[in-house]
């Protein structure tokens, strides 16, 4: 009964090519995010989504495009994909905004690009 | 510019004995901060937090402490089980919408039996 699931959990995948990671959560939670986890192990926010709008957007190169197709989705597509992408890619979600609220994390999708 | 610094990379306890985790922050308008676990190939997973109203939250074996005046936080967990072995992540925010959690690199956590 996964809470917060993505796919794929691994993505191996060539530099400058175009890919997706799925996600999915049936907590009926408004609020999703992507985190990204590079080599330093640092969890950075990348985007969040509260009832399917942008509310944070973290500096994010435009090649990332998140898109939320409903409230228990919200998907990551990636595009010309760079060295530097390679990285672990969590989805969360909560309900409601506030930075007091508990985040459900997925269990990442481990990205190599080659 | 890490806004929530882990320094230790790792602590090793024995089994039974007290696990200290300490967790330091630069950003004063941060007002509530939590404790993630998380295992190998998992995603994290809230274990505590607390507000900055209060200077201690408990929760069974795990405890965290809130130092405002010096911007710092710990958490106690005692007494330690090998179950406990992972890497805990302190995370911090401030009170509001749109608010997002700001994380430390994490400590490793080894409780050795």
């Known amino acids: 009964d996964t809470a917060v699931s993505q796919t794929p959990k691994y993505l191996v995948t060539q530099m400058g090519n175009d890919k997706s990671i799925k996600c999915e959560q049936n907590?009926?939670?408004?609020?999703m995010y992507w985190y990204k986890q590079d080599s330093k192990k640092f969890l950075k926010i990348m985007f969040s989504?509260?009832?399917?709008?942008?509310?944070i957007n973290e500096t994010v190169p435009n090649r990332f495009s998140p898109k939320s197709p409903d409230k228990a989705h919200l998907n990551l597509h990636i595009n010309s994909l760079e060295l530097g992408d390679s990285a672990v890619y969590f989805c969360?979600?909560?309900?409601?905004?506030?930075?007091?609220?508990?985040?459900?994390f997925g269990p990442g999708t481990r990205l190599t690009v080659l | 510019d890490q806004q929530v610094k882990q320094n230790s990379p790792s602590l090793s306890v024995q089994e039974g004995r007290i696990s200290i985790l300490n967790c330091d922050y630069t950003n004063s308008m941060f007002d509530y901060f939590l404790w993630y676990k998380k295992y190998p190939a998992e995603g994290p997973t809230f274990l505590i937090s607390i507000s900055s109203i209060k200077d201690k939250n408990e929760d069974g074996r795990f405890t965290v402490f809130l130092n405002k005046s010096a911007k710092h936080l710990s958490l106690h967990i005692v007494p330690s089980q090998p179950g406990d072995s992972a890497v805990y992540f302190c995370?911090?925010?401030?009170?509001?919408?749109?608010?997002?959690?700001?994380f430390g690199k994490g400590i490793t956590l080894s409780v050795r039996p």
């Open positions: 907590l009926g939670h408004d609020t």
């Open positions: 989504y509260n009832n399917k709008e942008l509310i």
């Open positions: 969360a979600s909560s309900q409601g905004l506030a930075g007091d609220n508990e985040q459900f």
């Open positions: 995370a911090a925010s401030a009170y509001g919408a749109n608010s997002k959690l700001t």
